[in-house]
């Protein structure tokens, strides 16, 4: 299978009052065609800006200072609006968590949505509102056409993100990117969502990057999995091989902290996430790290396979794979 | 439904706000200085015609009777009499209220036109040339003052280039008003289809509304370029553009949302033009509401100064009503 | 939020004009304290036989009918003015603060009360309102400066009223609360400094409107009295003139009075934009 999205040292940094928080340090990905992909970090992980620097929108503060997306042969980053108008929604479909807040609040859903399936193709008014209930039957939503005109503020958490599924997924898109798609809904919708997610992405063939705080999430529905840890990839892998042996020690911490009850009381791994504005030099987890020896704190770990497929980014676990 | 609750509420709430504004403009009225009765009877008069006129007027009554005959009147539409045009002052308000109105309607509507193109269009062109412009002109109309902006203005325009008629009055002195049907000048030569007047009407228009449109569209402008960038920076935007839709309608989306505040501060402009409009209509010899408001206030002409800050709050409070309801019929988070 | 030297760089990059206006406003300001004394000619005092002499060497700006040299006018000016629209704002700001406070913290009748007062107040025509209070009261300085402080007084109370409904839902006052903390200490350690930010930016543009206040009421003759040095009676003074053609009386005194309000309403607007809480 083909690669569909390659993401090669992207770059993006804040430039505030507080100084320059570097968000994401250079990140490499990519992402095969109909491959299910999870980015897991914490807050402060940088994975939250990810999705909207994929698509070429972060806004000030915000700004992409370098890197690579190249989609199809072109770089995202470096195409003109009007091209990229065209890959965005049609092509590389999005959802973010809290739709209602990603809805406009003062006009319908239906024709929201109509307007997305008009903006990517349908010309006709009909036909795209036809393709509108279409969309909403598939997503799940009782009574269709009734909600076609009710308005975001109207709708349950659950119910608005079905919406914005069935708005992304509505052109048939070659890439999803889920960007925390089921953060504060309740713990039974979020299940519903992911399984909906997971089920529409397979029947159109669809590439998808899920981004998530959940690892849970990840094992349930991912094939590979990346790890962030301030605005890194510290840990690649494909899912089985990353849970059963979990070479970096922020993930082998990340992964302790799911399990139960035995290991309560425990703190982990000590400190803090990691402040953007103000990140230790060498290895980002240096001042927290159980295994940290003195070249941690002098020089960035590069991404070293340790095994075929699996991708770590340690000097002490570089070594002893060696 | 929530909204008829809603606009139910606020009609009641009407009645309260009136009566409160009665409450303080007859507290006001009160403080003025010099004796009523001794003003409309003259210096000459004997000190009998003014004890009978202070009885005629009721003000040997204690205070809350009087208050309450206040309130009386007030409801039946009796403002009293002003003793220094000798008419009743509901007329007097009412002959020159369409002076006021004329002017103050199309200078909002002037800075209207003005200031939204010009903010939108600085909002999605940040940092260029436009918005630059734009925002200096926002910032220096704000702080100029527009009575002195009219004079520079009848200096440069009149006194110059005698490209306007001279600041005395809404119509050629050789003219007589049209025939009257609203009282704006200017609307009534265009029902009577007479040229002359008609022309001679918004000649004389043009410069005290373009004065107060030019200062009143600055605080417009600065509203509109800030709920425009605010608007276009929200989630929602942002979420339109990822989902690939074309500009044409992400702009739609934004000034949607962004035209709200900028309503309201059109509303409170109007409500607050029906007063501040005054030294504009001094400069102008505009025969307004403001004028009559000066005379009154400054030969302590009680009923007269009661009368006008009455209607003219009232007006205010009706502006605001409409605004709130245009909120509720275009925002359906109130409706719902 | 410390006020270090990056801040204040970043301050400076990102709002450029706040340099402009705090130094026309620190000009406004030294105007206000030595301007009377330092003009050439006496502010106060007419000569008559040199009416309307246009600009010269003499007299920079020229002189107006009644024969006062409009520079030293102008420059004497700011005394007047800005001390109205300072007192008057702090006026405002000292009533409208501890009623935004009430209002905002003790929810009920009496904050509901408040907001009704304000309301009424706020939907008087302020121009007309402020006219007949001058007025009523009599016109001198003193009144007009109790007019401004009440006209602006609703502004404030809004705005404390508004930040300490904000304040009120958050965690830490929460917690604050749970702890035990009692009513008083509550407001005066944690809402109050909270709070401050807002009112001390809006009082730059308070006063810079206050000076149009001023200048307007005077215009009209129900202000400042002549002789006291005050733009806007210097406006009025000269509008007849400017139909024949003299323009000096006029023209300068309201380019001071537009500078000026500018000067302010940029500082206003930067400081508004720094201490906006919701850009957190």
């Known amino acids: 299978m083909s690669v569909l999205l390659d993401v090669r040292d992207l770059r993006i940094e804040f430039h505030t009052s507080e100084g320059i928080g570097r968000a994401v340090n250079g990140i490499d990905l990519s992402v095969d065609e109909r491959q299910i992909m999870g980015i897991v970090g914490e807050s402060g992980s940088g994975k939250s800006v990810i999705a909207s620097g994929l698509v070429n929108l972060v806004n000030p503060p915000g700004k992409i200072v370098s890197g690579t997306v190249m989609y199809r042969g072109r770089d995202l980053l470096r195409e003109p609006d009007r091209s990229l108008q065209r890959i965005r929604g049609r092509e590389i479909g999005l959802i973010v968590q809290n739709a209602k807040s990603a809805l406009n609040p003062l006009i319908p859903i239906g024709r929201q949505l109509a307007n997305a399936i008009r903006a990517h193709g349908t010309r006709d008014a009909q036909a795209a509102a036809d393709h509108a209930i279409l969309m909403l039957e598939k997503v799940g939503i009782p009574d269709p056409v009734m909600r076609l005109h009710s308005y975001p503020h109207q709708l349950s958490g659950g119910i608005a993100q079905r919406v914005m599924i069935a708005m992304a997924l509505s052109s048939n898109p070659r890439l999803l990117i889920a960007d925390e798609p089921t953060s504060g809904l309740d713990v039974t919708i979020q299940a519903q969502i992911l399984d909906l997610i997971h089920t529409l992405v397979h029947e159109l063939h669809s590439a998808t990057f899920l981004i998530t705080r959940d690892l849970g999430i990840i094992a349930q529905h991912c094939e590979s999995i ?37 290991e309560r009381g425990r703190r982990l791994l000590p400190g803090t996430s990691p402040n953007i504005y103000d990140l230790p030099g060498g290895c980002p987890l240096n001042p927290r790290c159980p295994l940290v020896q003195p070249i941690c704190r002098e020089a960035m770990p590069g991404l070293q396979e340790t095994s075929p497929g699996h991708f770590v980014r340690c000097h002490v676990r570089a070594l002893e794979s060696n | 439904m929530r909204a008829r609750s809603y606009v139910f509420r606020r009609l009641i709430l009407l009645i309260p706000q009136v009566l409160g504004v009665t409450t303080v403009v007859f507290i006001l009225v009160r403080l003025l200085p010099g004796d009523p009765a001794y003003l409309i009877a003259g210096s000459l008069a004997t000190q009998d015609v003014i004890n009978s006129i202070r009885e005629h007027l009721g003000l040997n009554r204690p205070i809350w009777e009087q208050y309450l005959i206040y309130l009386g009147n007030v409801a039946r539409g009796d403002l009293g009499r002003s003793w220094l045009t000798s008419s009743q002052v509901l007329e007097d308000v009412l002959r020159r209220l369409p002076a006021t109105l004329e002017l103050i309607t199309l200078a909002l509507i002037l800075a209207f036109c003005i200031a939204l193109p010009l903010g939108m269009m600085t909002a999605l062109r940040p940092r260029g040339i436009a918005d630059r412009v734009a925002s200096g002109y926002g910032m220096l109309a704000v702080a100029m003052p527009d009575f002195w902006w009219a004079l520079i203005l009848v200096f440069v325009l009149f006194g110059k280039f005698q490209i306007v008629p001279a600041p005395i009055g809404r119509i050629d002195i050789a003219l007589s008003p049209p025939p009257h049907v609203t009282g704006m000048y200017v609307v009534d030569s265009l029902l009577d289809g007479d040229w002359r007047r008609l022309q001679s009407s918004v000649a004389h228009l043009m410069l005290p509304a373009f004065t107060l449109a030019f200062v009143y569209a600055g605080p417009i402008l600065k509203m509109t370029r800030a709920t425009m960038s605010q608007a276009l920076l929200g989630n929602f935007i942002m979420y339109a553009r990822a989902s690939g839709l074309p500009r044409s309608v992400v702009t739609r989306y934004a000034l949607r949302n962004a035209l709200l505040p900028v309503i309201t501060m059109t509303g409170i402009t109007y409500g607050y033009l029906i007063g501040g409009a005054v030294l504009i209509e001094q400069i102008f010899a505009w025969g307004g509401l403001g004028q009559y408001a000066v005379q ?14 009455l209607a003219t709050t009232v007006f205010s409070l009706l502006v605001y009503l409409a605004m709130d309801l245009l909120y509720l019929a275009v925002d359906p988070r109130i409706r719902y | 939020m410390g006020l270090n030297s990056r801040y204040l760089r970043y301050l400076v990059r990102t709002q450029p004009t706040a340099l402009v206006g705090a130094i026309i406003v620190t000009l406004a300001i030294v105007l206000a304290v030595v301007g009377p004394v330092i003009g050439p000619f006496d502010a106060r005092t007419a000569y008559p036989g040199n009416q309307l002499q246009p600009p010269s060497l003499r007299h920079l700006m020229g002189t107006d009918s009644n024969g006062m040299d409009v520079f030293s006018r102008v420059i004497a000016s700011p005394r007047t003015d800005l001390t109205i629209a300072i007192l008057g704002t702090l006026g405002a700001i000292v009533l409208g603060v501890p009623l935004g406070l009430i209002a905002g913290y003790y929810r009920g009748f009496l904050s509901e009360l408040l907001m009704r007062m304000s309301d009424i107040v706020q939907s008087f025509p302020v121009f007309l309102l402020g006219m007949a209070l001058v007025v009523v009261t009599g016109q001198e300085i003193k009144n007009v400066v109790y007019v401004v402080a009440t006209i602006n007084c609703p502004i404030y109370v809004r705005l404390v009223r508004s930040q300490v409904l904000f304040l009120r839902e958050r965690p830490f006052i929460e917690a604050a609360r749970a702890l035990g903390g009692r009513d008083r200490w509550l407001i005066r350690e944690h809402i109050l400094p909270n709070s401050i930010g807002p009112v001390v930016a809006n009082a730059s543009i308070t006063i810079g409107w206050a000076i149009l206040l001023t200048a307007g009421l005077s215009f009209i003759g129900a202000g400042v009295r002549v002789p006291t040095p005050e733009w806007g009676s210097m406006i009025a003074v000269g509008a007849k003139n400017v139909y024949t053609g003299e323009w000096w009386p006029s023209v300068f005194p309201g380019v001071a009075l537009a500078v000026t309000v500018l000067g302010f309403a940029l500082l206003g607007e930067a400081l508004v934009h720094v201490t906006d809480p919701t850009r957190r």
């Open chain 2, 296 to 309: 009154a206030i400054t030969s302590s002409d009680y009923m007269a100064v009661s009368g006008v800050v």
């Open chain 1, 226 to 262: 990346a790890v962030l840890y301030a605005g890194l990839i510290i840990e690649q892998a494909p899912v089985r091989v990353f849970f059963r042996h979990p070479t970096h020690p922020y993930s082998e911490a990340l992964i302790k902290s799911v399990a139960t009850t035995r």
